[in-house]
């Protein structure tokens, strides 16, 4: 596997407060801080914990309460909104039915997007939903229509993390010394996704549990090796932990739950736009031990039509453009195409 070596031989993650990013009337010094905190961090890292985020504690436990709900009931249930229902890569995915490097991955989880995503006329259908006033998640389609108050939750848990992201990624902007707006035109609802995993317990006595078509023996980790490849991540996890970081010498760094936090991480088109400055980091999750892990990754994305290429500030006569600039729709869904063939 190519794994990226740009970046530094870091031993842990950084925690950085954001409070001067989400609040209306900062302190200039302190948000300069924060800034500099955080282009360092996406220098050298590629990953940093986040506190002072303004999503409370209550708000978070009813969005893990709401994927517990949800795992938590029968196959066939689950099976009601399975990904491959629609032809837009969401709904539920069953454990056995990822494949990372090659390998199986031990969880089952649930991608939860837009409906305007990934259609060839999204941008029409992202605009007149807009339009209209709907809210981009709700479609009637991808609920699970055993829970009735799944549907809220996850909107409203949508909405801040939306809104959480874009105030990250105007930090980053600024991080780069460009306009904090810079990256405002480029994000979009549509392929954005807040996606629920769970990683059953994992044990001698889980060949009994686990679907026929699963071959144990190529089961190797409960989320294979990888990067993000989008704009930016907000990882929501419980205290069980698993979740490793790759760093310059190739040590696995753990990104162990830390209370009150939330794990940001940036995906391939970011280190397309900084032209390899910022870096997306490879991670992976162990397997998990006796107990059920649950993770609540937010992907903010650019939208369908964005085109990427390396910024102006970030490429100058000694380091020329290393990407030819993508556009990150059609990138995205022929990325999705072979990964859920
Ligand atoms: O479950 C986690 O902690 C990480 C999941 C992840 O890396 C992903 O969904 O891309
Ligand atoms: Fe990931």
Known sequence: MNHNTHGTAFKEVPVI??????????????????????????????????????????????????AQEFF????????????????????????????????????????LQPESGRQASTIAAAAAARRAGVHPLDDPGQWPP??????????????????????????????LGIDEHHFAPYHG???????????????????RTAPEKLAMEEVESGFGAHVDYGFLAVLQQ???????????EGAWIPAPHIPGTFLVNIGQMMQRWTNDRYRATWHRVQLPGAVDRYSI?????PAYDAVISPLDVCCDDDNPPRYEAVRFGPYVVELFSKAYD
């Not at 409070?19 to 500099?36: C, M, N």
């Not at 419980?238 to 310059?248: F, S």
Request: glycine share 10%; with cysteine; hydrophobic share 40%.
């Open 17 to 66: 407060g954001i409070g001067p990013l989400v609040t209306a009337d900062p302190d200039p010094e302190e948000l300069r801080l924060t800034v500099e905190r955080i282009g360092e961090a996406c220098r050298d890292v590629g990953f940093f914990y986040i506190t002072d985020h303004g999503i409370s504690e209550a708000d978070s436990r009813a969005l893990f309460g709401a």
């Open 72 to 111: 938590a009931l029968p196959l066939e249930e689950k099976m009601r909104i399975r990904l491959g229902i629609t032809e837009q890569f969401r709904g539920y995915v069953p454990l056995g039915g990822e494949v990372t490097a090659g390998k199986t991955d031990w969880h089952e989880c649930l991608d």
């Open 146 to 175: 055993a829970l009735p108050s799944f549907r809220e939750t996850v909107m409203r848990a949508w909405d801040q993390l939306y809104g959480l992201s874009a105030r990250i990624a105007a930090g980053m902007a600024l991080s």
């Open 189 to 207: 609802v549509e392929l954005s996704d807040l996606r629920m995993v769970h990683y059953p317990p994992y044990n001698e006595t889980v060949g």
């Open 238 to 248: 419980d205290e069980v932990g698993g979740l490793e970081v790759l760093n310059a």
């Open 297 to 301: 990754p937010f992907f903010f994305e």
